[in-house]
């Protein structure tokens, strides 16, 4: 990950005003320049992932696909990275409240750069989350209180943990008819491909043997233990896939 391009800009434009405005000291305590030092102590901390950046779009397209746009929801994304994603999705679904979740500290300040720089109503500032803690643990989130919960690209690169208790939580505090929605390589059946993808996940045991990509049955097994159904299965550019699954049950 780098640091976001935007980053530059208020020094551009910081450097402008530095011609305008005359002696050094009298531009240093301008309230323009007050304001770009502020605005660009946010923006240097805006984390940039190449992959959200390529894969925000065709996630977009299948949520705006299955979340109406006339009904106001509450989603919850677990793992939010960067924070690329749920800003993306917030200015496109805005009917949508997000909340945005991260374990790492350097991404819930990337989160909450994005948060600030953009400025949508509908975010909400991100919250400490470990999936492999129980849900009750999850910042205070209420049973039954998600409309719809996103997790993209965690479960191949944490442990299985994570995965077992992203389902558990996810079965406590998704609505009935609530929707989950994961993306990630997964393998089918037991097999992995392409060839890239098999080398992709030797790559991630090598790093750490709890990483890897997960199995589609043993997701659906997963989801089913905790009242979950896997409802569709929808082929993703470079050999990724959207899993939705759908609550259908009180647990």
Not at 17 to 39: E, I, M, Y
Not at 123 to 141: F, M
């Amino acid at each position: 990950m780098t640091v976001s391009s935007d980053c530059l800009q208020p020094l551009y434009r910081c450097m402008k005003v530095l011609q305008k405005c005359g002696p050094f000291t009298t531009c240093f305590n301008s309230q323009q320049f007050g304001a770009f030092k502020g605005t660009s102590r946010w923006m240097c901390k805006m984390m940039n992932a190449p992959a959200a950046e390529r894969n925000k779009d065709p996630i977009l397209s299948v949520l705006k696909s299955r979340v109406k746009s006339d009904r106001h929801g509450n989603a919850l994304e677990i793992s939010s990275g960067t924070g690329q994603h749920v800003v993306h999705f917030a200015n496109a679904l805005p009917n949508i409240t997000w909340q945005p979740s991260e374990f790492d500290g350097h991404s819930l300040s990337s989160i909450e750069a994005y948060r600030q720089h953009y400025r949508l109503p509908n975010v909400k500032p991100a919250i400490y989350l470990d999936a492999s803690q129980s849900w009750e643990n999850w910042a205070g989130i209420q049973p039954e209180s998600c409309d719809l919960i996103v997790n993209i690209n965690m479960m191949h690169i944490s442990p299985l943990a994570c995965t077992k208790g992203l389902f558990n939580g996810v079965g406590k505090i998704l609505k009935p008819q609530g929707l989950l929605l994961i993306y990630g390589p997964y393998a089918v059946n037991g097999t992995i491909s392409p060839q890239s993808n098999v080398d992709f996940d030797h790559s991630l045991r090598s790093r750490n043997p709890e990483w890897g990509l997960r199995d589609i049955g043993f997701l659906t097994s997963l989801s089913q233990d905790n009242g979950l159904r896997l409802e569709e299965i929808v082929d993703m550019p470079a050999n990724n896939k959207c899993l939705l699954f759908r609550k259908d049950t009180v647990v």
